[in-house]
Antibody, heavy 117, light 107 residues
């Protein structure tokens, strides 16, 4: 079964850091781009970041640029999101999403990040 | 940044009725538009990609149309499991952007 499983979420104080992980199974992660998308409580979907197949190209939303860093380890079939200088407005469920030729066709169940003192 | 505006915000319909959801882009996105369905407590599910292509396993009652700045998602006859929130997303430009969502609720 093709699936993505996120982990690493939790409660962190403002200014703190977290690293999210996303494990892929049932397919080879290197065959696709991967995105992180987040959703604040009761709100809509917001695109956060994307990494291409080999990790040579990354993109970020302006709201996280300079604070978040996306990376991947294709040998381990893993994707990561390093989040630094966290703010209350980063509180959300974070989804890992496979992008196969323009279709964001596989979504993980999400991991919850709460930034609060 | 391309802004996607979805209308209406809420659509109140009965099972068996036709649902028509709109997504308008602030500039042309060609046909690089997708639709997602999200139910409470669940991750979004891809319905339509590149404006009119149904994703794998999506029933034929879901169809997408449009190009440029105006797009439509049509559900030909609502089933009970179709009551959910629907989002459009463009992949024409960075950053990728989503619409604010349309909630389809039971009348």
């Amino acid at each position: 079964e093709v699936q993505l499983v996120e982990s690493g979420g939790g409660l962190v104080q403002p200014g703190g850091s977290l690293r999210l992980s996303c494990a892929a199974s049932g397919f080879t992660l290197s065959s696709s781009w991967v995105h992180w998308v987040r959703q604040a409580p009761g709100k809509g979907l917001v695109w956060v970041s994307r990494i291409n197949n080999d990790g040579s190209d990354t993109r970020y939303a302006d709201s996280v640029k300079g604070r978040f860093s996306i990376s991947r380890d294709n040998a381990k079939n893993m994707l990561y999101l390093q989040m630094n200088s966290l703010r209350a407005e980063d509180t959300a469920v974070y989804y890992c999403v496979r992008d196969l030729g323009g279709a964001a066709d596989v979504w993980g169940k999400g991991t919850t990040v709460t930034v609060s003192s | 940044e391309i802004v996607l505006t979805q209308s209406p915000a809420t659509l109140s319909l009965s099972p068996g009725e036709r649902a028509t959801l709109s997504c308008r882009a602030s500039q042309s996105v060609s046909t690089y538009l997708a639709w997602y369905q999200q139910k409470p407590g669940q991750a979004p599910r891809l319905l339509i990609y590149d404006a009119s292509n149904r994703a794998t396993g999506i029933p034929a009652r879901f169809s997408g149309s449009g190009s440029g700045t105006d797009f439509t998602l049509t559900i030909s006859s609502l089933e009970p499991e179709d009551f959910a929130v629907y989002y459009c997303q463009q992949r024409s430009n960075w950053p990728r952007t989503f619409g604010q969502g349309t909630k389809v609720e039971i009348k």
